[in-house]
C-alpha cells in the first residue's frame, strides 16, 4: 500500500475566534514535497482523509492554534486517486500540485535569516518592540488589575495563569515579569521586595506561594458578605450578577443548583414566590426569569419611593408652617400640626367646658344675686 505524508496544522478559521485543521503540504516517499493551494487546505476539503485512523490520532495531537504534525498515512487505492493520477504526478482533485524545489527552500531560509540580522543590528528598535508588547499585554489579558482589598487572591492568580498559558507565556521569567503589569502601587512593594530577594530569573512557584500567603484573604468576612448579600434595590439583574461574582470568587468550584439558591435567598419574598425552583437549573435560566420580572419590580420600587418622597415632603412642609392657632395667640415659632395643638377648641362641647392636655375642667359659672 502506498504512503503520502501529510503536514497537518490548526490554523484561524475566518472567524478569528475560531480553530480548524488544514493540510498545508503532501510528501512523497521519493522525499519531494507538494504544497496544497490554501483554497484547498481546509479539512472539509479532505473528507475521505479525514476518516483514516492515522488522521484521527492528529486531531486528538493538535490542541493549540499553531503547532502543526507532519504523519505517514497508508493510501488506500481509492483515497490515492484524490492525491495522485496514474502517470505518478501528485494532485488534488485534478489539481497539479506544485513542487518544492531545493533552490526555494534555500531562498525562504536565506529570507528568514536575512530578516534576523536586520533586527539584531538594530537594538534599540528590538527594545522598542519589546516594550510595546508588554504595553500591550494588559489591553490583551482579560483580567483586571489585582486590588487586595475587594479581590480574592487565589480566584485571580488562577485567572492570571490561565491568561498566560493563552498568550504562550510558559517560561517563569515571563509570568513574573507579567504580573508586574496587572499590580496596583499598594502591592508594587511587595514585588519590588520579591525581586531583592530572588531575582527575576527565580521560579515562579516561589512567587505564587509567597503572593497566596501575602494577600490571601484568611478571615471569613468575604464569605460572610457573599452569602448575605440581598437586593434591597435596584435592578434585579445586577444583584444576581454580584451575587453570583462575590460566590464564585470564594468558591470557584460551587456546583449550579447550589449557586442558584443562594441568589434566589437574596431576592425579596414576593419574588421568589413567583420562581419555579425546578425550572431554575442553573444561573442564566435565573437570569433570564429576572429580566421577565424586572419591569413589574421597577414600578414596585417607583411607587415606593415616591410614597416616601410625599411622605417626606408632607413632614418637611410641616416642619416649616408654624400652626397658625399658636400664631394667632402669640405663642409664635411653634411647628406642630393644628390637629395636635392644645389650644384647638372643641366645637362640639358647651362653653362651660375647657380641654388642656388630658384633663377636662369643668368651671361652673354662677352669678351672685343679692338676697
Known amino acids: 500500500m502506498a504512503r503520502l505524508q501529510f503536514e497537518v496544522e490548526l490554523a484561524a478559521d475566518e472567524d478569528p475566534k475560531n480553530n480548524i485543521i488544514t493540510i498545508k503540504s503532501i510528501t512523497t516517499e521519493e522525499g519531494i514535497t507538494y504544497l496544497i493551494p490554501p483554497c484547498f487546505q481546509a479539512a472539509k476539503h479532505h473528507l475521505q482523509l479525514t476518516k483514516l485512523p492515522e488522521f484521527l490520532k492528529i486531531k486528538r495531537t ?3 492554534r499553531g503547532h502543526n504534525r507532519k504523519v505517514w498515512i497508508s493510501m488506500p487505492s481509492d483515497v490515492l486517486e484524490l492525491y495522485k493520477d496514474n502517470t505518478g504526478n501528485i494532485v488534488f482533485n485534478d489539481y497539479l500540485l506544485q513542487e518544492i524545489t531545493q533552490t526555494t527552500s534555500k531562498s525562504t531560509t536565506d529570507e528568514k535569516l536575512l530578516e534576523i540580522l536586520e533586527k539584531l543590528s538594530d537594538k534599540s528598535n528590538i527594545k522598542k518592540e519589546k516594550d510595546n508588547n508588554s504595553s500591550k499585554l494588559t489591553e490583551k489579558f482579560v483580567l483586571k488589575k489585582f486590588d487586595n482589598k ?5 480566584q485571580w ?3 492570571f495563569e490561565s491568561e498566560c498559558i493563552r498568550f504562550d507565556l510558559n517560561c ?3 509570568k513574573i515579569s507579567a504580573l508586574r503589569l496587572f499590580l496596583n502601587d499598594s502591592e508594587s512593594d511587595w514585588y519590588e521586595s520579591m525581586l531583592i530577594k530572588h531575582g527575576l530569573n527565580s521560579q515562579w512557584e516561589i512567587w505564587k506561594v509567597s503572593f497566596l500567603d501575602t494577600f490571601a484573604d484568611k478571615s471569613w468576612s468575604s464569605v460572610i458578605y457573599a452569602l448575605t448579600y440581598k437586593h434591597l434595590n ?3 439583574l445586577e444583584y444576581a450578577l454580584k451575587k453570583e461574582r462575590l460566590l464564585l470568587e470564594y468558591n470557584s468550584d460551587i456546583d449550579n443548583r447550589t449557586l442558584t439558591d443562594l441568589i434566589v435567598a437574596g431576592l ?3 419574588l421568589r414566590s413567583k420562581l419555579d425552583r425546578q425550572e431554575m437549573a442553573n444561573p442564566t435560566l435565573l437570569f433570564s426569569a429576572l429580566r ?3 419591569n413589574q ?3 414596585i420600587q417607583k411607587k415606593i419611593m415616591e410614597k416616601k418622597s410625599s411622605t417626606k415632603s408632607e413632614a418637611e412642609w410641616r416642619k416649616k408652617t408654624p400652626c397658625q392657632i399658636c400664631y394667632k395667640i402669640g405663642k409664635k415659632n411653634r411647628f406642630h400640626s393644628e390637629d395636635l395643638c392644645w389650644f384647638k377648641e372643641d366645637k362640639n362641647s358647651n362653653d362651660s367646658v375647657k380641654h388642656c392636655k388630658n384633663l377636662t375642667l369643668e368651671i361652673d359659672q354662677f352669678q351672685n344675686t343679692k338676697n
Open 62 to 64: 493538535l490542541q493549540r
Open 150 to 154: 475587594i479581590t480574592n487572591a487565589k
Open 157 to 159: 492568580l488562577q485567572c
Open 172 to 174: 517563569d521569567t515571563e
Open 234 to 236: 435596584g435592578s434585579l
Open 268 to 270: 425579596p419574598t414576593n
Open 292 to 294: 421577565m420580572h424586572e
Open 297 to 299: 419590580n421597577n414600578n
